[in-house]
């Protein structure tokens, strides 16, 4: 199993990019599908979650009404959409699966590479 992650860079405060997660060797729709960030000096934590099923998608408050998480199941790659974004959103982003639900189940795993999210005048 693997997630080959795209997008992310430099963008500036307001401004907008959109990052990939594509699976390969697997299904991505057989799984919950996280997104997590780890700015430097502090812990990775969740920021996105997509279920298995498509219908049910979480986000943490400080990016809910921004950030959009989607799949494209023909493409086997599952999205994060970032928008009037913040210095606040800078960290490494990866995408990981899981089985079970955003809310239970087993650990995240099959971590995507990360990629590097800067966002700065």
């Known amino acids: 199993f693997k997630l080959v992650q795209s997008g992310g860079g430099l963008a500036h405060p307001g401004g907008s990019l959109r990052l990939s997660c594509e699976a390969s060797g697997f299904t991505l729709d057989d799984y919950t599908i996280g997104w997590f960030r780890q700015a430097p000096g502090k812990e990775r934590e969740g920021v996105s979650c997509l279920s298995s099923t498509g219908d049910i998608t979480n986000y943490i408050d400080s990016v809910q009404g921004r950030f959009t998480i989607s799949r494209d199941d023909a493409r086997n790659t599952v999205y994060l959409q970032m928008n009037n974004l913040t210095p606040e959103d800078t960290a490494v982003y990866y995408c990981?699966?899981?089985?079970?639900?955003?809310?239970?189940?087993?650990?995240?795993?099959?971590w995507g590479q990360g990629t590097q999210v800067t966002v700065s005048s």
């Open positions: 990981a699966i899981r089985l079970g639900s955003c809310q239970h189940g087993p650990e995240f795993g099959s």
